[in-house]
Each structure stands twice: as structure tokens, then as C-alpha cells.
């Protein structure tokens, strides 16, 4: 039964979802809208479970004495505070809940994502080698694309911004469209296998 | 362990070092480089320079999007208020996201701060935040009538009763939508403005989006576009060779022209898109450089092998 | 730094002292220097008398201020909070002044967001008159009603079903309302004219200090006289006496009634000019008396020369239409209706002046500058209306009308040069059709100046661009457009465009479209609407002179508007009228109202019949014409309410049904009715009175009015549907092959055969395995599919009793990765070692998460990591560290960008598909395998379309890219 219910409840929803696709009809969109407000009424409830497992796993890491388990504290520490912030100061323009989101959070995302120029740097030094003749081809383009993005590319050649916008516009959309195609195919047929029940890894467990 | 060997095992962290400093020390000392225009961003100055000086022609600038992208795009809009002010063009600003609101307050303000006598509601009007549920009623109501379809601007004035609206009634005389976006938000200025009222549109991108405007590039859909901070660069460089020059446009001048971005001619916020340029042509050939170093130490040691 | 307890204690004392510094920039400031000055309240002009303009000069931008707070009450002793405006703290505000207009229909109260309890505004000393928002106790917001006009916005079935009777004494009667409660009306207020309001403004700045209110001040919103109208044309049609108006509209036409055209003799200029300047000093004279009662009344000592010869109600709330005629027969104008029976002889029609007026229904007047007849034309000079029709549109829920006219338009957009020797042009084009004509192909003739044929291009396939050869320095050219379609459209219909020169560029510029001798741009099509509770057309939309549909929006949801002045204390009820409109009745030109409550019907009826009865005996004792008429007047609009209420065959049935809830669901249901069903009418104009008005659309069987249809089944996803009815197919075919026991092929996937390896090397390493199931919610199939490879992944894991770690960055997808883990230990037979902190939730801050996942992959130096999923900017940065940590990393992705970087940095990488087939493979079981083949013949199919679309248009043949609908 444990497995059942819920099955019944994926396959049932499946079918009528999928008749919501092919049906305009005001009954259709109706039940559709009110759905969707259901949805929105169930994630606030899964936010629960999420700090549980975030308390869970640090209160743990600080009964066990795991290595640097101080910085649990903090992470909980932050996770306490920030929360207070918000009940009660509110979340406006001005409020401390504010003023760390814009001095904490935010130079703090960007730090994460400023690392992407490094990254990309180290990445294509290593893997940019003519080992074979594919990937002769691949450092090739490579070459000129990057060229034809900035100044020197055009000091070269004025043929080089403009290979470097074919590659991007033929080879690279064309390889992009078949990749597409078959990752669309993968979601019907993955849709498909969860809807008939083959599928149910989703549920737990293997089969 | 001779130096390819080296250069084959390098520590990455040598390689985040370096790109570091070809990001950092560029954008603390200026240097001068040479900027190539291209097509589309001559475009789009000629057709704005075209309107210089005349009361029946202005520009709107449409600002859509948000503070992560102003590296990219705020040099783009400041330089073309600046162009605007120097050859006294009159231009709209208008926006229709909230975060975008005090982008446009922001360039306005940083171009205005040289021309003392450029006024609001005179030179130029900022039509200030509209809801986005009205986009497409404003945008299709402009093509009547400008006035009834903004209704008021920033500062609450009714606009029809503005001098600047003084000989600008709809997109007969509003003759360019000059959007700037990080999304493909221009499309919509095309296929309705564009294809009802035959009104001009160009575009301001952040270069990951340009890709996919080039097809109506191509089309003649968009009359220019400026992408990336390239784009920005350029336009500042068409700026300063000519318009705060009081010239017309010339091909053959602008490549032949050096603009020096050292010294203090030229405000540090008028030069932004140029310094922003040169780290990113400098990060871009170390890192073509290391590609290739890694490469000749590879066959080196791949030919000491055979041997 | 090694972390240790006093290490930690340095940290928490930092944190504490970053907070602590929070609020520093609110400390020794002076109050005074906060509070705005200039603060000044004004009457909007040319309204209503519903609206104030608020004003005051903003703070220095060095104070830092972060917004503005406006209170509004009708005493000086509280006022509510209104409105902040927020102002951005960096660059400030850039003009001298601010402004908050107080004006419209605007918030007022509704259950969502107003406070529970009345609460004093923060930072204000004890004694203060700021409160916040009004709240939702009724003690409080109840005797605010009064103060405002207040309109309630109730949806139907709250209206209908939860409405309470509620019976009130008021001056010895007992009137009958239907009470709702806050939870079912939606509140939104206008200022009342003449009524004295008080406001205040606060600043608050960037550490959320709240400073002190300025002075108080007040003001009177006032009725004004109506905007001036900017343009007037008149013309006359002289072979059919007929003269035609056309105007421009104001941008406020809140509480305008009338429309109305004058005309008079040029030698009366100067005493109309005389009339229009005393309205001016009867203006100010009526607000000189409202403000100080001891001021004589303005006696009026003109007369208006102008003679009315047309008027119309307007459509209010709604656009009205802005054009209007007038017959002139015999030398007369006559609109009944109105009373307009004026003298006019059109052989001295250049003597005369027009004038146009809107009123409002304050009696205020205001006329347009006079001018002369704009033209003098000829019927044949009209435009041409092309045959129009309105249908239900297809395929949808049933809220569009589709309204269609004319034959097909095409219309050069923009021209460009593809090479530097400017012989290779491209033509951009758009085409407008509507559903009657299906376009098949377009042939563009490209002709140069001397008129000599370059080239024919047929375009068979619109893309709406084509690619034509030119001779070298070409600057001018002709294209001639025509249609091939599903009809015919004769041999004359063709368009011809001129390619001019544009200044300041190299491209040519498309010139004025022509249709024959007609400029296609030169006029517009405007379509109106009424609904059958309408008493007047209001405007659907404005379509340029090259569109040929429109497609017009019937709503489903009618809500009820009503005003709300009273409440019920007791019963916590807001009291609004129980009656409502059911439709309208064009033949006495009233409506017809039902209430909720039987009951009130009747004594509805025998309230009209008591002023009949008492004007009736009224009647003996008048002596002036005037008064008799008007009595007359009264006494047949009653009988005419009560006619209506006994003869209308809808409210006849509603009141013979018994039950309350059926007669209500009946009414409801007629009101609906009314309310979506349409009729149309189009005019086509030149925006200069020379315009052309259709009559209401009548079609085939006699229809007049449409009511959008809700349709069972989208026709145009029927090839979907086919599509994914072979694919079903196929998996069943597929499986049952499987089942019997073929041998299917699946291609091996390297990146697949490498899980077991790269587990075990982490078994034989003896440290943990990681796992990221990518970084988007439940509903992407991509994170099933991830989740699928977890579950045999997991069950390897704990096979070999490895620690699988699973960060997750959705909560939603936590509980569903724990029990998968879980599962998978209970099936290896191994649930003692299942722990629950395995699969963790670490942020929903996508760099955050980031970071998480690589300090564990530092810290617990994971030998195996795999990423699978849907990945966006971070892929990178966790691919990258997991290669520096030496780890084996298998990813598999759908993230078009995200492939490229994953390649680089793993060992093994799914590509797109491969991660949706990830979980077949492992599986092998028959089912999952066949439908991983049905999926492999259904590319096939997908492939052979391809390649014969390809070769079938290359041939002309466009019937099969045609049949796949374009989204």
C-alpha cells in the first residue's frame, strides 16, 4: 500500500495533466489554476523539513566533536539570527535582515561567481591540447573565438570576428539543436516511464 | 624538470594569479589601445547623430534591466545621454521594471553632471517606472500619441504639457527605440513598434546575449546594436572623436583616429567601457597564451617520449 | 586558523560587533533637520473632484534618506498611513520637488493586506496622530466609509451566495441590504469633492529611523470643468447632406456624460468667446463660495450663440467613440433623443464655426477651440469598409471573439545590403492575414526606376525575409506585392511599395504602402463593442490601417462593482445594495435590475407605484409648463422601471422559482450571459472625420450578438497528440519485445560502465562518495532522472558499505533523496548503515551552495563525485574543485551551456539524453529497456521528418512544415 497510494495518486495526476495539455476548456483551466494554487500552499511546509536537516546535521557534528564542529555554531548562529532579523525588524529596504543580504550575502555570491574567470582560465588551459585531431580542432576554434571577441582579433585579420561568429551561429547552434532535440525526447520518455509507473525510483528504493 | 615539463604540471594557482592580475592591473592603470568600430554601433550613432539639433526628432531609451548587468550596459547608456547633450538631441528615458528605476536617475545624473544647461522636461525627460502589465499598452499607444500614452513622467508632470514634447507627438517624431537589456526584451520593441509604426529600434546588449539579435541584425530589423562592453568601448570612442568634437560621422576618421584614455581629457566615467576593455583583451590573450604554452610543452614532451 | 574554543569565541564576538554597528548612523542626528519642509497640498486640475496633489521638497541626498510617508485623514487628530515612495539612497532624488497623487479609485481596505489592529506609527512621540494602515477592525475602518467614496469590488459568488439580508431603519423605513464581510469585498476609495482632507509626510532613512511629521496641512479636492479637447475636424459629405465629426479625447474622462458638437456663425465669434470666458468666472466664483459661503453667486449674463447638432452619452467608464455624424434634412438637424431640432443650411456652410464640448455629470462644460470645416468631400471619397465578420475563436477557453475584415496585407519592413558591392539585398516583410484566407505564396516583382523588371521572387515559404540580386549602386526601386491563397482575391490586388533612399545610411528605406490608389497606412480601423448590459458602444481596440483581425477579449469573471457607505457593527458586516443589473433594455432605454432578496422586488414595485401615485396628485397643483412635463416625465420612467420589472420575460421566470438559491443561480447566470455576449461595429478613418461606420455585424443565420464558446479540444495540438500516441505506442511494442526476450542494442555509455569502477575506487580508498542531484526543484524531470541514478548508485554504495554524502539545494527534494538513500541500504541489505545526516540540505542560495559542496568535497576528500542534474552557472566552480581534489567526477547534464565545462573537468560526462537514459541502462530490465528503443526509433521518425520537410520545401512543397503547428 505504502507503494500503491502514492503511485495512484502520479499515474491519476499524469493523465489528467496530460488532458489538461489537449484541453482549452474552462473546466480544464479552472481545475488547472487550482492546482497550482495548492501547490504554492505545500513548499512553505517542505521549508520545515529543510532547517530540520540543517539543525539535524550540525547539532550532530557539535555532539560528536567532529572536526572544526565550531563552525557549526556559526552556521546555526547565522541561521538563528537571520531569521530574527527578518520577524522582527521585517524585510524592508533598511532593516538589518536587509543590510545583510546587501553586505553578506550578496559580495558574498559574487565572490563565488567572480571565481568563474579563474576557473575558466585554468579549465581551458588544460583541457585546450591537440591531443588528436578533434581536438585540434576544438583548440582551433577556440582560438578564434576568444581572438574575435576582443580588439587584437580584428588587428589580425578582419576574417577573424567573422569565423568567430560562424562558428558560433553553425557548427555550435547545430551541435546545440541535436543535443536539444534528444534531451527533449529523454523528458517524454522519462515523463512517460513516471506517469505508466515504470519508474519509481523516485518513490525510494531501486525498483 | 626542464620548463616545459613545468609548464605541462604548472599549479593552477599560478594561472589564477595571473589572470588576476591581467583583470587587475589594467583597470587600475589605463593604458591606450586601439578601439576598432563596427558596423552595427556606427549604426547607431549615425542614425542618433542624425537627429542632432532638430526639435522634431528624438530618442527613446528603454532601460530593462537590473544592477548585475550595469558593468556591461550603464557605460552604453551613459555615453548616449552624453552623445545626446553634446549635439543637443532630445531623448526620453522610460523603464518597466522596478530595479531598473534608479539605473536610469543614476546614468542620467552621471552624464548631466557636464552640461550645466541641459534641463529636465526641456532637453530631456525621464519617463520614469510603468508597470510592466502597461509595456504594451505604452508601447502601442506612443505610436499615436506620446503624451496620452505615458500620461505623467518621474517627477509627476503631466508630459503632454513639457517643452521637450513640443513638436513630438508620436513615432513619427520619436523616430528611435534604443532598448537595453540582458534579455531579449528588444523583440518586442521590433515586432510591435517596429512593424505598426515603422519605428527605428536598436539595441544595447550584454555580449552573452548578442548572439541571438543577430538575426535581425541581419534583417535590418534592429538598425545597430551595441554589444557587450565593445560596444560600450565603441560608442565612447565615437563620442569623444566626434560628437564632443561638434563633428559629423566619418568612416575613415574614427580608424585612423587614436583616443588617449591617459591623462585626465577625458572624465573616468566617460572611459569606463575603454579601461573595462583593455583587462578584458589582456585576460583574453593570457589566456590564449597559456593555451598555446601548454600546447608547445605537450609536443615537446610528447616528441621527447618518441625519442 | 584552527578553529578552537577560544578561536570560536573571537569569531562570535566579531559577528556580535559587525551587528551591533547596524544601526550606527542613527545615532546623533538631529530630528529637526529630518522633518520635510514646503509640504503643500493642491486640487489636481480638470478632474473629477476626486483628486489632490501632495507635494514637498525632498531631504539632502547626504541624509540618506530610503523613503517617504504619507498620511491621510479627515481631521488633523489621526491620520492613516497612504503610499511610502521609496527613493533610491545613492543616487537620491534628482528633482526639487515630490510628488504623491492622492487620486482615482485607489487602496483602501482588503482582508490580504490590511493590519489586524490599529497601531500607532513607529519612532513618533507618544501623543501622535500617525497611525499605520487602516486596519480590519470594523469599530475603526466602519465610520471611515463615510469619508470617501468607497468602492467595493466583490466577486460574483460571494455576491450571490454569501450575502446576508440585512435589514436597516433609516428615516422610518426599512431599507433592505445585503451585508458581506471584509474577507469578500475588496475596498478602494476616492476622495469626496469639497471635502476637507489632511495630510502629512514622514521621512525615514537608510537605517529604518523613522523622523518626526512636518506642519499638517489640508486640502479640498474640487469639481472641475472637463479638459480641453485639442482637436476637432468637421466635414461635410455633400452629395449625401451629411456632416461628419471626429475628435480627440482627453486623458481623464472620469465623470464626462456628454459629447456634444455645436456650430454657430463666424459673427458670433466674439460672443461665444464672451460665453467661454464667463464659464471660466462661474469656475472660480463656485470654488470662491465653497471656500468662503459670504461670496455672492455669479449671476450668468451670456448666452451660448453655439447650436447643438450632435451629442452622445459616453461610454464611462469605458472609451467612447470619437467620431459622430449629423443628416441634415431640410435644412434642419434632428436627433430626437437629445432634443436637437437646430436650423442648418449647408450652402452657407463656410460661414460657420464648429465647436465640440464634453459635459460632465456636475453640469461643467468645456468647448474646443471653434474651427472652420475641415473638408468638403464626396461619398465616393469615403474610405471603403471591407466586409467584416466576428466568430468564436478556435482552441480556446472561450474568453476571445475573433473579429476579421478585409483580404491580406503585405508590407515591406526594412531593406539591408549582404555585401560591400551592395548587389545582394535582403527584404524584410510582414505579412497580416486573418483566418477566411490562408496565404500560400507571396510574389515580390522588384522593378528599377525605369520601370524595367529585375527580378521575380515567389515566396513560398514566408520568413518574412527574401534574398534578391540588384544591380550595383541601386537607389531606387519598386516592388510590386501579390497574393496566391485558399481564395481568390482578383487580378487587381496588388500592392506596390517604393525603396527610397534613407538619409544617413546605406540601406534603403521602404516608402508608403499602396493598394491601388489607396495609402493602406493613411487609415485605421477601430473596433467597438457593446455587451448586452452596455448602453453604449465602447471602443475594443485601435488596429493600423494594415491589420486584418483582432482578436477581442470576452472575460469570463464579470465581478461585481458597489459602493459601500454602510455598516453593520453587530454583525460585522459591510452594507452594500442587494440590487444588480441584469441587462440592459434597448426599447425604453433602461435597465433591468433584479435584487437578491424576492422580497425587495416586490416592494421595489410598490415604492414606484406610491410616486406615481404621489406625482399624479402632484400634477393638479403645478402651473408652469416646465414643471407639468417633468412631472409627466417621472411618472412614465416609473411606470417604465415597473413595466420592466413585470414584463421582462428573464425576471418573470426568475420570480416564479421558489428557492432562494435557484432563483439567485438563474439570475446570476442571465447576467453572465448579457455580459459576454457582443455585438460589433468598425470604423475606418483617416483620424480626420472623413470616416466610414459600419453597421452592427449580422451574420448568416441572423445573429447579432456572439458569446465566445469554451472548446473540449485544441485542434492545433492534434499533431502533439499523434505524436506522443506513436511514442506510447512504440514503449508498448518495445516492452512487450523486451519481455519476450529479444536482445535490444543500447549503444554503451562509457560514462555509465565507470559508476561501478568509480565507486569501488572509493571503497578500496575508504573515503566517501558524493553526490549532487543537480540544483533545481522537483518538478524539473531532469532532477528525477538524477534522482533515478541516485537510487542504483546509493544501493552500489551501500553494497560495498561506502558513505554516500547527498547536499541537496531544495527542500522539496530532500525528503525524496533521504528515502531513496534509504531504500537503497534496506535493499543491499544493509539499514544499519543508512544514517539520515548522509543527505542534507545545505542552502537555496545557489553560490552558497556552491561553497557548501566544496568545502565538503575539501574536507571529507571525496573520492567519487558525481553531478547529475540540471546545473547553471556553478557547474564549473564545483567541477573545477572536485578535479583539484583528485576525485573520479561523473556528471551527466541537460544544461546546454553547463556540457562544455563539465567535459572539460570530469572524466565522464553525460550528454543531454544520456543522463534520461542513465537509469534504463543501469536498470536493464525489460521494461525501462524498451523504452529507451521506443525513444531510439521515435529520434529515427522525428530525423526522417527532418530530412523529407527539408527536401519537400526545397521542392516548393510546403504542406508538411504547414501541418506542425509553429509552437
Known amino acids: 500500500m505504502k507503494r ?49 536537516s540543517l539543525f539535524m546535521v550540525h547539532t550532530t557534528k557539535i555532539q560528536r566533536k567532529v572536526p572544526n564542529w565550531q ?59 591537440a591531443r588528436s585531431a578533434q581536438a585540434t580542432v576544438l583548440l582551433i576554434a577556440a582560438i578564434i573565438v576568444m ?61 | 624538470m626542464n620548463f616545459f615539463d613545468r609548464m605541462q604540471n604548472l599549479d593552477r594557482r599560478w594561472i589564477y594569479l595571473v589572470v588576476a592580475l591581467a583583470i587587475i592591473v589594467p583597470l587600475l592603470i589605463p593604458f591606450n589601445s586601439k578601439t576598432y568600430t563596427t558596423e552595427p554601433s556606427e549604426n547607431v550613432y549615425k542614425m542618433i547623430d542624425s537627429f542632432a539639433g532638430k526639435d522634431n526628432k528624438a530618442i527613446l531609451m528603454c532601460v530593462s534591466h537590473d544592477a548585475s548587468t550595469i558593468a556591461e550596459l550603464f557605460p552604453m547608456e551613459v555615453s548616449v545621454l552624453r552623445h545626446c547633450f553634446e549635439r543637443d538631441i532630445k531623448v526620453f528615458t522610460i523603464c518597466f521594471m522596478p530595479q531598473s528605476a534608479p539605473l536610469v536617475d543614476y546614468a542620467i545624473n552621471t552624464a548631466k553632471e557636464d552640461f550645466p544647461n541641459i534641463k529636465s522636461g526641456v532637453n530631456y525627460c525621464n519617463f520614469g517606472y510603468k508597470p510592466y502589465s502597461l509595456f504594451l499598452p505604452i508601447l502601442l499607444g506612443m505610436g499615436d500619441n506620446i503624451g496620452e500614452a505615458v500620461e505623467t513622467d518621474a517627477e509627476g508632470r503631466k508630459v503632454e504639457n513639457l517643452e521637450i514634447m513640443e513638436n513630438i507627438r508620436n513615432y513619427e517624431d520619436l523616430n528611435l527605440v534604443m532598448d537595453f537589456s540582458a534579455s531579449g526584451s528588444v523583440i518586442s520593441w521590433i515586432t510591435y513598434a517596429r512593424v505598426k509604426f515603422g519605428v527605428n529600434v536598436a539595441a544595447g546588449i550584454t555580449a552573452v546575449m548578442a548572439a541571438d539579435n543577430y538575426p535581425y541584425l541581419q534583417s535590418g530589423q534592429l538598425i545597430g546594436m551595441l554589444s557587450g562592453l565593445k560596444g560600450a568601448a565603441e560608442y565612447e570612442k565615437m563620442v569623444d572623436v566626434f560628437a564632443a568634437k561638434g563633428k559629423a560621422f566619418s568612416k575613415e576618421t574614427i580608424n585612423n583616429t587614436w583616443i588617449k584614455i591617459t591623462g585626465n581629457d577625458i572624465p573616468t566615467k566617460f572611459k569606463k567601457a575603454r579601461i573595462g576593455m583593455n583587462a578584458q583583451s589582456i585576460a583574453h590573450i593570457m589566456i590564449i597564451v597559456f593555451i598555446i604554452l601548454g600546447n608547445i610543452g605537450y609536443f615537446v614532451n610528447k616528441n621527447k617520449k618518441k625519442g | 586558523m584552527r578553529l578552537n574554543n577560544r578561536n570560536t569565541g573571537k569569531i562570535l564576538f566579531f559577528l556580535i560587533f ?53 498620511y491621510r485623514g479627515t481631521t488633523p487628530d489621526s491620520m492613516f498611513f497612504v503610499q511610502k515612495i521609496d527613493v533610491n539612497v545613492k543616487t537620491g532624488v534628482s528633482g526639487d520637488v515630490m510628488y504623491y497623487y492622492d487620486k482615482d479609485f485607489n487602496y483602501f481596505l482588503t482582508v490580504d493586506e490590511a493590519p489586524g489592529k490599529l497601531k500607532k506609527e513607529k519612532g513618533q512621540p507618544k501623543d501622535t496622530k500617525l497611525y499605520r494602515n487602516i486596519p480590519r477592525d470594523l469599530k475603526i475602518n466602519g465610520p471611515q466609509l463615510k469619508n470617501y467614496d468607497i468602492l467595493g469590488v466583490i466577486e460574483e459568488k460571494d455576491f450571490y451566495y454569501h450575502s446576508q439580508k440585512i435589514e436597516v431603519q433609516e428615516d422610518d423605513k426599512t431599507n433592505v441590504y445585503a451585508g458581506l464581510k471584509l474577507r469578500h469585498v475588496d475596498m478602494y476609495k476616492k476622495l469626496k469633492a469639497d471635502k476637507e482632507y489632511f495630510y502629512n509626510v514622514i521621512a525615514v532613512n537608510e537605517a529604518r529611523k523613522y523622523f518626526l511629521p512636518a506642519e499638517t496641512v489640508s486640502g479640498f479636492p474640487r469639481d472641475n470643468a472637463p479638459e480641453k479637447t485639442k ?194 539585398m535582403m527584404i524584410s516583410y510582414e505579412y497580416n492575414t486573418n483566418i477566411d484566407y490562408k496565404v500560400h505564396n507571396i510574389f515580390f516583382e522588384i522593378y528599377d526606376s525605369s520601370g524595367n523588371m529585375i527580378t521575380r ?62 495609402d493602406i497606412d493613411a487609415f485605421s480601423y477601430k473596433v467597438y ?333 571525496t573520492a567519487t563525485n558525481f553531478y547529475m542534474g540540471m546545473f547553471f552557472a556553478e557547474a564549473l566552480i564545483m567541477a573545477e574543485t572536485g578535479s583539484s581534489t583528485g576525485a573520479i567526477q561523473i556528471a551527466g547534464t541537460d544544461a546546454i551551456t553547463q556540457i562544455p565545462f563539465f567535459i572539460t573537468t570530469c572524466d565522464y560526462t553525460l550528454i543531454g539524453e544520456e543522463l534520461y537514459a542513465a537509469s534504463a541502462y543501469l536498470a536493464r530490465e525489460p521494461l525501462m529497456l524498451g523504452t529507451l528503443k521506443a525513444q531510439d526509433y521515435t529520434k529515427f521518425l522525428i530525423l526522417v521528418f527532418i530530412i523529407v520537410g527539408t527536401v519537400l520545401s526545397s521542392a516548393h512543397l510546403t504542406f508538411l512544415i504547414n501541418s506542425f503547428p509553429e509552437k
Open chain 1, 4 to 52: 500503491q497510494i502514492p503511485l495512484i495518486i502520479v499515474m491519476s495526476l499524469g493523465f489528467l495533466f496530460f488532458a489538461h495539455t489537449f484541453i482549452p476548456h474552462k473546466f480544464s483551466q479552472d481545475f488547472y489554476d487550482w492546482y497550482v494554487s495548492w501547490t504554492k500552499a505545500m513548499s512553505p511546509f517542505a521549508v520545515i523539513l529543510g532547517i530540520m
Open chain 1, 71 to 129: 563552525y557549526s555554531f556559526v552556521t546555526l548562529g547565522a541561521l538563528v539570527f537571520t531569521a530574527f532579523a527578518g520577524f522582527a525588524w521585517g524585510t524592508n529596504e533598511g532593516t538589518p535582515f536587509m543590510w545583510l543580504f546587501k553586505n553578506v550575502q550578496m559580495p558574498m555570491s559574487a565572490t563565488m561567481f567572480s571565481l568563474l574567470a579563474f576557473y575558466i582560465a585554468s579549465a581551458a588551459y588544460k583541457a585546450f591540447r
Open chain 1, 147 to 207: 581572438l574575435g571577441q576582443v580588439p587584437l582579433g580584428q588587428i589580425i585579420s578582419k576574417w577573424i570576428p567573422i569565423t568567430s561568429t560562424w562558428i558560433l551561429n553553425v557548427p555550435n547552434l547545430a551541435a546545440k539543436r541535436g543535443i536539444m532535440t534528444g534531451v527533449g525526447l529523454g523528458m517524454v520518455a522519462t515523463s512517460l516511464k513516471i506517469i505508466l509507473g515504470i519508474e519509481r525510483t523516485y518513490l525510494g528504493g531501486g525498483d
Open chain 3, 18 to 70: 559587525i551587528i551591533s554597528m547596524l544601526p550606527i548612523n542613527s545615532f546623533a542626528l538631529n530630528d529637526q533637520d529630518f522633518i520635510v519642509e514646503d509640504l503643500k497640498v493642491t486640487d489636481i486640475p480638470e478632474d473629477d473632484g476626486s483628486g489632490l496633489m501632495i507635494s514637498w521638497k525632498p531631504l539632502l541626498k547626504e541624509q540618506r534618506i530610503i523613503e517617504y510617508r504619507v
Open chain 3, 231 to 424: 482637436e476637432l475636424f468637421a466635414v461635410l459629405i455633400n452629395d449625401l447632406n451629411k456632416l461628419q465629426f471626429e475628435w480627440s479625447l482627453p486623458l481623464f474622462i472620469d465623470g464626462i456624460q456628454y459629447h456634444t458638437v455645436y456650430y454657430f456663425n463666424k459673427s458670433e465669434i466674439e460672443d461665444f468667446n464672451k460665453y467661454i470666458e464667463e464659464l471660466d468666472v462661474i469656475e472660480k466664483n463656485n470654488f470662491a463660495r465653497k471656500a468662503d459661503s459670504t461670496i455672492v453667486k455669479y449671476e450668468a449674463s451670456c448666452k451660448n450663440p453655439a447650436k447643438m447638432i450632435f451629442r452622445r452619452n459616453t461610454a464611462y467608464p469605458y472609451t467612447s467613440i470619437n467620431t459622430g455624424s449629423a443628416t441634415i434634412q431640410e435644412g434642419k438637424i434632428v436627433i430626437e433623443k437629445f432634443g436637437i431640432d437646430t436650423e442648418f443650411n449647408s450652402e452657407n456652410i463656410s460661414e460657420y464655426l464648429f465647436v465640440f464640448s464634453l459635459s460632465k455629470y456636475s453640469g461643467y462644460e468645456t468647448f474646443s477651440d471653434p474651427i472652420e470645416l475641415t473638408d468638403n468631400i464626396l461619398s465616393s471619397e469615403l474610405p471603403d469598409i471591407p466586409p467584416f465578420k466576428v466568430v468564436d475563436r478556435k482552441n480556446d477557453k472561450g474568453d476571445y471573439n475573433n473579429v476579421l475584415w478585409g483580404k491580406p496585407v503585405v508590407n515591406i519592413t526594412g531593406t539591408s545590403f549582404l555585401n560591400e558591392m551592395r548587389t545582394k
Open chain 3, 457 to 518: 521572387f515567389n515566396e513560398y515559404y514566408q520568413d518574412n525575409k527574401i534574398i534578391v540580386k540588384v544591380p550595383e549602386n541601386t537607389d531606387f526601386l519598386t516592388v510590386k506585392i501579390s497574393f496566391k491563397c485558399n481564395k481568390e482575391l482578383g487580378d487587381d490586388y496588388i500592392f506596390t511599395q517604393n525603396l527610397i533612399p534613407q538619409e544617413n545610411s546605406n540601406t534603403l528605406k521602404p516608402d508608403i504602402l499602396m493598394l491601388e490608389n489607396e
Open chain 3, 529 to 861: 463593442k457593446r455587451n448586452l448590459t452596455d448602453s453604449e458602444f465602447r471602443l475594443a481596440k485601435k488596429m493600423a490601417g494594415a491589420q486584418r483581425e483582432q482578436d477581442d477579449f470576452v472575460n469570463f469573471d464579470n465581478k461585481h462593482f458597489k459602493l459601500v457607505g454602510k455598516f453593520d457593527l453587530e454583525k460585522g458586516s459591510y452594507l452594500i445594495s442587494s440590487s444588480f443589473l441584469v441587462k440592459q433594455n434597448y426599447e425604453n432605454e433602461s435597465g433591468v435590475s433584479s435584487n437578491l432578496f424576492v422580497s425587495e422586488v416586490e416592494k421595489t414595485i410598490k415604492n414606484y407605484q406610491d410616486e406615481i401615485s404621489k406625482y399624479t396628485s402632484q400634477k393638479d397643483t403645478l402651473t408652469t409648463e416646465e414643471e407639468i412635463k417633468q412631472a409627466d416625465e417621472t411618472i412614465e420612467h416609473y411606470q417604465n422601471e415597473i413595466n420592466n420589472i413585470q414584463n421582462n420575460p428573464i425576471l418573470k421566470t426568475a420570480d416564479a422559482i421558489k428557492s432562494h438559491k435557484s432563483r439567485v443561480k438563474y439570475l446570476a447566470a442571465e447576467r453572465t450571459k448579457a455580459k459576454r455576449n457582443f455585438e460589433y461595429k468598425i470604423i475606418k478613418s483617416d483620424g480626420k472625420a472623413c470616416f466610414t461606420e459600419s453597421i452592427v455585424y449580422v451574420d448568416a443565420e441572423g445573429n447579432d450578438h456572439f458569446i465566445p464558446i469554451s472548446n473540449w479540444f485544441k485542434g492545433n495540438m492534434l499533431p502533439a497528440l499523434f505524436a506522443t500516441l506513436i511514442f506510447g505506442g512504440l514503449v508498448f511494442v518495445m516492452v512487450g519485445k523486451a519481455k519476450k526476450g529479444h536482445d535490444l542494442f543500447i549503444r554503451p555509455i562509457a560514462g555509465l560502465e565507470e559508476i561501478d569502477n568509480a565507486i569501488g575506487r572509493a571503497t578500496e580508498m575508504g573515503r566517501p562518495i558524493l553526490f549532487v542531484p543537480g540544483l533545481s526543484g522537483i518538478s524539473d524531470v531532469a532532477t528525477l532522472a538524477a534522482l533515478a541514478i541516485l537510487g542504483r548508485v546509493a544501493k552500489k554504495a551501500a553494497e560495498y558499505d561506502t558513505r554516500i554524502l547527498v547536499p541537496v539545494k531544495d527542500y522539496i527534494v530532500l525528503p525524496i533523496a533521504q528515502e531513496i538513500v534509504k531504500e537503497a541500504h534496506y535493499e543491499a541489505g544493509r539499514p544499519d548503515t543508512y544514517d539520515k545526516n548522509s543527505v542534507f540540505f545545505i542552502t537555496t542560495a545557489q553560490f552558497a551552495f556552491v561553497a557548501g559542496v566544496n568545502g565538503i568535497m575539501i574536507r571529507e576528500k
